[in-house]
């Protein structure tokens, strides 16, 4: 390496400080101070005491905990094939450049750019079984809210429609990199529309459909505001996502050793879930589309 390439390799890595700072100082800073409150017993007012394993062991025993991972889970199974099913035919639909693609464009995303607390306080008055919009048009009581039964798919649609055209935006953006010449191709073999979605923009829209899937997951295992507003875990813990859980052990228990373990089972179990993705994707994806 002669000196002027030291100079530009220097004058690189200054200029990679700012984000090497950003980055150890707000995502693995706060992740080794959660990781040391895991091993801690600790409420917020006395010095917190070294606990050990022993917080893993009581939440991975806990009834309670294991609900929350169930709910979750059935959360997560919920909204992501319906999400990214309407955002990819909401995208090929917007795609055709019909007249006022452009307003639906926006009208989509509206509910994903607004605050997902103030959503869910807008969808509790619209699910409210007495004064609720819902049961008005429907002419009939139905505790949308209060039932076991459908409190959780309830706040399932509320998640899948506030982040349905988010998902659209980005396989549009996929739809629009592929050459419309493939397309010409596939017609002139006989490929009909079923076809041609199937066997040409499913494979090519493979790298936004990883993205999406994996960003779409991590969002659904981290849901809260949406759930804190319209059930608050509730009734009998039929919403009670683990980040509700997390909540209500660290602020309202003041239980922030066990909340703060909760949380890294929780990172744990998203990067073996990203893991296992990337891995099942990495042979199927398909970036040239020259």
């Known amino acids: 390496m002669n ?43 006395s010095a917190p005491e070294w606990f050990g394993l022993q917080n893993y062991a009581y939440i991975l025993g806990w009834d309670r905990f294991r609900n929350s991972l169930l709910v979750t889970l059935v959360f997560t199974v919920m909204t992501i094939p319906a999400s990214i099913a309407i955002g990819l035919l909401l995208a090929v639909a917007i795609n055709r450049k019909l007249p006022g693609t452009s307003w639906l464009r926006v009208l ?34 139905i505790e949308w809210l209060a039932d076991v039964d459908l409190a959780l798919p309830a706040v399932a649609f509320v998640q899948v429609w506030s982040t349905v055209g988010y998902i659209s935006l980005f396989f549009l953006a996929g739809l629009q990199q592929i050459p419309i010449s493939v397309y010409e191709a596939a017609k002139l073999d006989g490929a009909g529309p079923a076809r041609t979605l199937w066997s040409i923009t499913l494979p090519l829209l493979r790298p936004t459909m990883f993205f999406v899937t994996v960003t779409s997951i991590i969002s659904s295992f981290q849901v809260f505001d949406s759930v804190y507003a319209m059930t608050g875990g509730g009734p009998r813990f039929s919403t009670d996502v683990i980040a509700s859980r997390i909540y209500d052990e660290a602020f309202v228990g003041l239980r922030l050793g066990r909340a703060a373990a909760m949380a890294v089972v929780l990172f744990v179990v998203l990067v073996t879930i990203t893991l296992i993705q990337q891995r099942y994707f990495r042979r199927r994806i398909t970036y040239d589309m020259s």
């Open 3 to 45: 000196a002027r390439q030291r100079v530009e390799a220097r004058a690189g890595y200054l200029l990679l400080i700012p984000s090497f700072v950003g980055v150890g100082v707000f995502l693995l800073l706060p992740v080794l101070i959660v990781l040391a409150l895991s091993l801690t017993r600790y409420n917020l007012i």
């Open 108 to 141: 989509y995303v509206l509910p994903w750019v607004c605050a997902p607390l103030a959503l869910g306080v807008v969808w509790r008055w619209i699910l409210d079984p007495t004064n609720g919009a819902l049961n008005a048009i429907l002419g009939r009581r």
